[in-house]
């Protein structure tokens, strides 16, 4: 008797790709971006058929037609609220929310942070470049004050969103960065996003090279990146620089630059701890000060943040399930005639 072999064959990352040209600017950063996910989705051990690409408007938003799975090309902002409900009906499904800076804190930003506080098991992956780049260059809510664009001609007087911070707040369980010239940290932190049970922040510096390039330039080149960003790990402590010769130490609240030696060693510093929900706010703000001069911060990369917190989808199908063993099933015509109803004579 002959035996039919079921086993599926593996996946490459070519298999996650489609026919369709890529239609994005030579040398925008959204094509390492795509390259990273088609590489990783292999691993997630997901068939294509249960993974679903959602995104809003922008340039990061043509990400659907790119990947060879299902997806939506959805509205302005709304790509987290369209997710929101795949999520809570089909909670089988790996949904990967692709957005801009302007399509989720913009016009989207009220959904953004409702799905956060929800908790929905979905991954956001926010690309942010700091500028309006499908509408030729307005200044976005992440740009820097004083940014002169088409839109701001005498520069922008807006104060900018801290994204992480933004997220911290509403409660997110999982927050990270990572930057599109950095294959293999993009890799991993695409792949913990994944891994993650409930809803994943995961920003990154994205170059738009035709209305912002090298926004990002001095954590992404080789002769400063060493110098300006600092890569978290787990239970280590937070050393950079390109011999790893300095540091970051808490006193008190207040983060400080050491340089190790003469009585510093890597035991003074802060050992970093994905779970400790205070020190990470202090990471989605280290930033340069401008209260505090002569001391410059790098930039931090990696996982800020992340808690196990009960999933929306989840607790949303145990509340069917009780009130469906306590009541029974219900009568549609029942309730929409309600209790409000009245005879007109």
């Not at 030729?136 to 004083?146: A, I, V």
Request: charged share 20%; aromatic share 10%.
């Amino acid at each position: 008797m002959s035996v039919t072999d079921t086993t599926q064959p593996l996946l490459t990352a070519k298999d996650f790709a489609t026919d369709q040209e890529v239609r994005w600017c030579p040398g925008c950063g959204d094509y390492s971006i795509l390259a990273q996910v088609q590489k990783i989705m292999p691993g997630i051990g997901i068939p294509r058929e249960n993974i679903v690409i959602v995104s809003g408007i922008g340039c990061s938003s043509r990400f659907p037609y790119y990947m060879n799975t299902y997806g939506m090309h959805s509205i302005h902002g709304r790509a987290t609220a369209i997710a929101s409900g795949l999520k809570a009906t089909r909670p089988e499904l790996s949904v990967w929310i692709v957005t801009g800076d302007g399509d989720s804190l913009s016009i989207g930003g009220n959904h953004t942070i409702h799905l956060l506080r929800r908790n929905f098991d979905v991954n956001v992956l926010l690309f942010n470049n700091q500028i309006y780049g499908l509408t030729k260059g307005q200044y976005s809510p992440t740009s820097e004050e004083n940014k002169i664009t088409k839109s701001t001609p005498f520069g922008s007087i807006d104060h900018p969103f801290n994204p992480l911070a933004l997220a911290m707040g509403a409660d997110a369980s999982f927050i990270a960065r990572s930057m599109d010239r950095d294959p293999k940290h993009l890799q991993a932190m695409l792949t913990r996003a994944h891994q993650h049970k409930g809803a994943s922040f995961l920003e990154i510096y994205q170059n738009c090279n035709i209305f912002n390039d090298g926004a990002f330039e001095i954590f992404t080149e080789k002769a400063s990146k060493t110098e300006e960003a600092l890569f978290l790990e787990q239970g280590k402590p937070l050393v950079f620089g390109a011999s790893q010769q300095k540091g970051i130490k808490l006193d008190g609240l207040k983060p400080v630059v050491v340089e190790l030696g003469n009585g510093v060693s890597a035991d003074d510093l802060w050992i970093h701890d994905e779970n400790d929900f205070y020190k990470a706010q202090i990471l989605t703000r280290l930033f340069d000060n401008p209260n505090q001069a002569g001391t410059h911060f790098p930039r931090p990369f990696g996982v800020f943040f992340e808690t196990e917190r009960a999933c929306y989808e989840d607790v949303m199908a145990m509340q069917i399930e009780e009130v469906l063993a306590t009541k029974g099933p219900g009568n549609l015509d029942k309730l929409l005639r309600g209790r409000e109803v009245w005879e007109i004579i």
